[in-house]
């Protein structure tokens, strides 16, 4: 088959199944709208909430859909031309959005699109041996800062409005804190549809085997996470026995966490979307539309509490309404933990910003304030509130970049030196 015949094959069921997602959201809409119109006056608050979360979730799933029918098609007319998906930042956008959506499936059925937890330079594998990291990292420093993205992510969404902010869209904290600070930036790519626990298992491994192979010895390590990222980043300490006598040696040297908008106490859009799917299953018209809801991956589910152990999911209905066990991880002893959050109000202190958050997480989630004794051992001073930015502004914006940097230069042994003259990321 030609590669413009598999590209046309691949068009055509991405547009088969977002129309189909649009009919059953149709479908679903009809069912609701009878069922409020007998409810009466009292249901439309209960009508608005309602209509919000399932056109988001539809829109999502006909975006989810669509993707992976076109990167599926995208790979097969690489394979054709004898090129790779990531050569393509389109085709790691569209990798990155099918393994979010639906990885442990992907992983299942597909293993070849399914992606590993890997070190990334100029969207290549970067193999966690010395010669290779000698190659990649020239001018490696042994301070590193390691980046992890969020949910659907890739380690291109650091340059998230580099353009608009810097006019270069290759700026991003990364390189700035190589060049102010003299951290080498150490970006990774992980298949976010995965489990968290699970991801965190192989950050444990991949940074146990990248400091025993950088070319330099390793003093200190940041890690700095978008969004799940940074549950992950807390899921890799919690496993690796960050804080305890039987650590992995990595762990000794985290001098610094900072997150970005992670959800540490769960998202309320997947809550609602797990209700939602709830409710739909309990009637036969509409349980057809639970079953396909269901499908969302496993590293969405996680998000619903911010699970990070296996011990909460192993052996468990991830769709039951009943909540089962939370295992609370506390932040790794020894080191410094920072949290910047923003909020869509300009004033991130009003009640607005409580309620709006970032559109996808609220302060009290980001900051792991539950108001009881499990809550995260954030002091106040190291939590950044940020208001007029949405989510996504979190991965590359200057305000927060200069939060991030004066938290790490100002250290309890005194300020860090200004970076040397090193040759800058790849």
Known sequence: MRTDEVTGVSQLARASLRGGTSRIHELHQGIADRAFRAVGPAGRPVQVVHDAISGLTYSSVRVALGVGAR???GAAALRASGRDLDTDRGGRVALAILNGAHGDLVAREAPALALDMTVRVAGRAVPTETSALQQAFPGASGRLAVFLHGLTESEDSWGYGAERHHGD???TYGSQLQRDLGLTPV??????GLHISENGRSLDALLTALVGAWPVPVQDVVLIGHS???LVARSALHQAGGGTAQAHGWTHL?????????PHLGAPLERGVHRLTAQLARLPETRPLARLLTLRSVGIKDLRRGTLVEADWTGRDLDALTPGEHTHVPLLDGARHFVVLATLSRNPEGRAA?????????PRSASGDTGDD????FPPDHVHRIGGLHHFDLLNHPLIYARIRAWLQERPEGPQPAAPDVPTEP
Not at 354 to 362: K, M, Q, W
Request: charged content about 20%.
């Open 187 to 192: 970006y990774l790519r992980y298949n976010t």
């Open 71 to 73: 990167a599926v098609g």
């Open 354 to 362: 409580d309620l709006l958050g970032d559109l996808l997480v609220p």
């Open 374 to 377: 499990d809550r995260l051992a």
């Open 228 to 230: 799940m990222g940074g």
């Open 254 to 262: 985290v001098r610094d966490t900072v997150t970005l908008g992670s």
């Open 169 to 171: 869209r290759a700026v």
